[in-house]
């Protein structure tokens, strides 16, 4: 005697929807992957990685040196001239120093974030930094032959930040520092990028 006849069609129909979520699954997954760019980093010398960066600006086929003391007593200076100013009003003190901005070798600096030890710097379009002449020479005359021979080798590199319009400038550069022994490193910025100093920053190499 036969048993009762059991409808699977409902059942059918449920794998068919499950397989078919399934094969969407592995097809966007599969369109997301071939999409995803891979990042290599450039390999960085495991000997500068103690070594405390000095940083260039190469700009307008210029060099511009960019001294963190500098910016810290820049700012230090004008701390207490707004301080002397608004004889202690605190609030008066917030205000003028939200409407300051400083100038440090060729760069605007960002009093408000400076105050914080964050320095955000803004190129000056017409600033005048330092030109090469057209051969290259180790002369101890210089303004960045001078700067060179205050680094040292063993617990100093430099960084240098190239601007599109400036590699020549920074290929002058990075030979002179070759010469010196001393590690180089190239962060590459675009034509109006600002330049960010200070905590939240990444960390730099020398390579």
Wanted: aromatic share 10%.
């Amino acid at each position: 005697m036969a048993g009762p006849d059991i409808d699977l069609s409902s059942f059918t129909d449920l794998l068919t929807c499950i397989l078919g979520v399934l094969v969407l699954i592995i097809l966007l997954t599969g369109i997301d992957a071939s999409q995803i760019s891979v990042l290599v980093a450039t390999p960085k010398e495991i000997t500068g990685d103690d070594k405390s960066p000095v940083f260039f600006e190469c700009r307008n086929q210029q060099l511009f040196y960019i001294s963190t003391d500098d910016l810290k007593e820049a700012v230090d200076a004008k701390t207490e001239e707004i301080r002397v100013a608004v004889a202690g009003d605190q609030k008066e003190f917030l205000k003028q120093a939200a409407q300051t901005m400083l100038e440090v070798n060729g760069q605007k600096v960002d009093y408000t974030m400076a105050l914080v030890g964050k320095y955000e710097l803004i190129p000056i379009p017409d600033a005048e930094g330092y030109s090469f002449d057209k051969t290259v020479v180790a002369d101890e005359e210089n303004w960045y032959a001078s700067k060179l021979a205050t680094i040292d080798p063993h617990t100093q590199f430099i960084c240098f930040f190239v601007r599109p319009d400036s590699f020549r400038t920074f290929q002058r550069a990075r030979t002179l520092a070759w010469l010196k022994n001393i590690n180089v490193a190239c962060e590459l910025q675009d034509e109006r990028n600002h330049i960010i100093l200070g905590p939240g920053g990444s960390q730099i190499f020398s390579q």
